[in-house]
């Protein structure tokens, strides 16, 4: 949006009820902190500067919200007293002032366009946006003028009276301020109510008080949810999970079965993608054009180029990078390792801290044996290689283009282009040994 605009983002609760050791904030959705979809959205909206508010002691949300300055809040003494803990920074603020909620990341980014053009459009000292739920209980409510539409309070719940709690029409806590004159508005606050807080809502009627008017906009309920429970937090991942899910479909990818794909938050899918049931993308994945990911595969830090095929029951960890046309079958698991183009790793087999080279074949039960208990060591395969089923690759191994390891070798070192490698004991038969011992047996334990 053109104009300047600062956002300030309330982060400093512990959430008691998500009964953790850590900030609430930094509870995941969708493989993300919720602190970081609300800074997303805000960075969408090119902010001049975001102001993360923080309590004490929480130098894991600090880095988390990095390079984002953080301003503490030493005593929790209401929203009103948190957004002031940004002051120096607020001061020299001009255009328009938006404050966030650390534990609501479910706002988009054109609710919150939306809310800041209405506040620039009348000029208004404030503007909120609001929701009508099912069950108003429990939620602030915003009381408008019926004629003018405008805001004329926000009431907390307990401080409702009868009357009041008739109104359906809630505060979710979003609120854009014009900055100019924004801290002398919050200064004049008090916290004359039944918590003895300084409440932000009272915003409104300040402004009012001094002839400034101030507006409502509303919004879905869903986009409102903030988390303060683990329940709620399973809420907010099945609502950001949908709309992963249709944003994925949106863009020409099938989900056979929607509700069983899990999506994380920078999940990448390409054109003509199929993703099978009960598929989970954990962070960092990048799924090209035409690749078919397979019933019960589960990715993540992983890159498929186009035209792969993945699964079922695959494992993809950090690192891995599957080539154009590539495929990696049942239960096959891949870490830290380049499968080329047309490679084929089918079944059964690991393959970490590698290279598979274009069109090479990896047989059934094929391990990279890749550590030791102190070090990792590497295996390079060549292009077109041949590995036979039941090999284990001792790393450090290379073998050559073209090279054949035959079906159930243990090797390391080198193997030269082209060449065959077989490693197995010789074969010793005994004729008739079956049969004695177990005459032998039988004898010994009276077992027929």
């Known amino acids: 949006m053109s104009g300047s605009l600062s956002v300030v983002v309330l982060a400093a609760g512990m959430g008691t009820r998500m009964k953790s050791a850590h900030p609430k904030v930094l509870h995941k959705i969708a493989g993300k902190p919720m602190v970081n979809h609300v800074i997303d959205a805000a960075d969408a909206l090119n902010a001049e500067q975001t102001l993360v508010v923080v309590g004490p002691d929480m130098p894991a949300l600090e880095k988390a919200v990095a390079p984002h300055p953080t301003f503490e809040q030493t005593d929790r003494l209401g929203t009103a007293h948190a957004v002031l803990a940004a002051r120096n920074a607020l001061e020299e603020a001009t255009g328009d002032v938006l404050v966030l909620y650390g534990d609501s ?187 078919t990911i397979k019933a019960f595969s589960h990715l993540e830090g992983c890159d498929i180029a186009a035209g792969a095929d993945i699964g079922p029951y695959a494992r993809l960890r950090p690192g891995a990078e599957i080539g154009e046309g590539a495929r990696i079958g049942n239960f096959v698991e891949v870490k830290k390792a380049s499968i080329e183009n047309g490679a084929k790793v089918n079944h059964l087999s690991y393959i970490g801290d590698a290279r598979v080279g274009a069109k090479a074949n990896i047989g059934a039960g094929t391990i990279t044996c890749n550590y030791d208990g102190f070090q990792k060591y590497r295996t390079d395969i060549g292009a077109g290689a041949f590995v036979g089923s039941n090999s284990a690759l001792v790393a450090p191994v290379t073998i050559g283009d073209g090279a054949i390891v035959a079906a159930g070798s243990t090797l390391g070192g080198e193997v030269a282009v082209d060449a065959l490698v077989l490693v197995r004991a010789e074969k010793t038969e005994k004729p008739g040994w079956a049969a004695k011992f177990r005459e032998k047996m039988r004898a010994l334990t009276g077992k027929a």
């Open 105 to 291: 990341p479910l706002f988009t980014t054109a609710t919150l366009e939306r809310l800041i053009a209405a506040r620039r459009e009348g000029a208004h000292a404030v503007a909120v946006l609001g929701f009508t739920p099912d069950d108003p209980s429990g939620y602030g409510r915003l009381s408008t003028d019926p004629y003018t539409g405008e805001l004329l309070a926000i009431i907390e719940d307990k401080e409702c009276t009868e009357i009041e709690r008739r109104i359906d029409f809630c505060n979710s806590g979003v609120m854009c301020f014009a900055a100019e004159g924004m801290v002398d508005l919050l200064d004049a606050i008090k916290n004359n109510n039944a918590k003895g807080e300084y409440y932000l809502t009272d915003a409104v009627t300040v402004a009012r008080d001094r002839g400034r008017s101030c507006v409502a906009v509303e919004v879905a309920e869903e986009e409102t949810l903030g988390v303060n429970s683990r329940a709620q937090l399973a809420v907010a991942e099945q609502l950001m999970q949908t709309r992963l899910r249709e944003a994925a479909m949106s863009n020409g990818a099938t989900l056979v079965d929607p509700s069983s794909v899990f999506l994380c938050a920078d999940t990448k899918i390409g054109r003509d993608v199929v993703i099978e049931p009960n598929v989970v993308c954990g962070p960092d994945v990048s799924i090209g054009d035409n690749v």
